[in-house]
């Protein structure tokens, strides 16, 4: 499975968190995995699978580090292929929620809802 293919045209929902999980990574490197797993609201075994995949794509980088002798720690750092494509599903998605707000605008003012603030413009 290419890159394509793993991040295909349709955002679905796994792909809707590998997003989530790219933006707050590159929010927060140090992040555990489960507190990303309770800020995304998804399961740590799903997190963790969603996590490898992303390694495997080549898109994060795991690195090993400790404060403390006795606990290791991890840092998750996106590659530059990882920023590349977070960026293009940032814009995708952009675009599919663009979409949607003007579909919904189109079926409101076909059942004649007309929004206060819109008719103040006019």
């Known amino acids: 499975m290419n890159s394509k293919e793993f991040f295909n045209k349709n955002l ?7 997003l989530d999980i790219l933006r707050q990574l590159n929010k927060n490197p140090g992040v555990s995995q489960r507190d990303l797993a309770d800020e995304i609201g998804i399961s740590l075994g799903k997190i ?3 996590l490898n995949e992303l390694v495997k794509k080549g898109l994060i980088k795991v690195d090993n580090f400790s404060k403390n002798k006795s606990k290791i720690n991890y840092i998750y750092l996106l590659t530059p292929k990882g ?16 979409r949607e707000y003007d579909e919904l605008k189109k079926d409101l003012k076909e059942d004649n809802y007309v929004d206060s603030s819109e008719s103040q413009k006019k």
């Open 48 to 50: 963790n699978y969603l």
């Open 12 to 18: 679905d929902k796994d792909t809707e968190k590998k």
């Open 83 to 98: 920023i590349s494509t977070k960026l293009n599903l940032t814009i995708k998605f952009m675009k599919r929620k663009l």
